[in-house]
């Protein structure tokens, strides 16, 4: 059985850094990208980032691109999600997901099979 536990959230002062963990079990995830979303009150799940497992080829939304920074650590069957000089805006509940990997990065929530329960991460101005 596949599980996704995330961990790290938290309330934090803007400008804060924080980072965010996503441990993976159940199966091998070698073929599998790994994403983080977020979801703030009242809008869409929203994709951040994503890390294929294999060869740790990243991609970042445009608007985590300089503050934000996902890596891996095969040892530890573990992502991480590195967030610097946050912003309220910021506020959101963040999940990992994980899906096969395929020919192009996978941008939606539609398109991710597994996922974690969430992390809270609010930022205070």
């Known amino acids: 059985q596949v599980r996704l536990v995330e961990s790290g959230g938290g309330l934090v002062q803007a400008g804060d850094s924080l980072r965010l963990s996503c441990a993976a079990s159940g199966r091998t995830f070698s073929s599998y990208d790994i994403a983080w979303f977020r979801q703030a009150p009242g809008k869409e799940r929203e994709f951040v980032t994503a890390?294929?497992?294999?060869?740790?080829?990243?991609n970042y939304a445009d608007s985590a691109k300089g503050r934000v920074t996902i890596s891996k650590d095969n040892a530890k069957n573990t992502v991480y999600l590195r967030m610097n000089s946050l912003k309220p805006e910021d506020t959101a509940l963040y999940y990992c997901?994980?899906?096969?990997?395929?020919?192009?990065?996978?941008?939606?929530?539609?398109?991710?099979?597994?996922w974690g329960q969430g992390t809270q991460v609010t930022v205070s101005s």
């Open positions: 890390i294929t497992w294999s060869g740790g080829t990243t």
């Open positions: 997901a994980a899906t096969a990997s395929g020919r192009r990065w996978f941008l939606t929530p539609a398109e991710y099979v597994y």
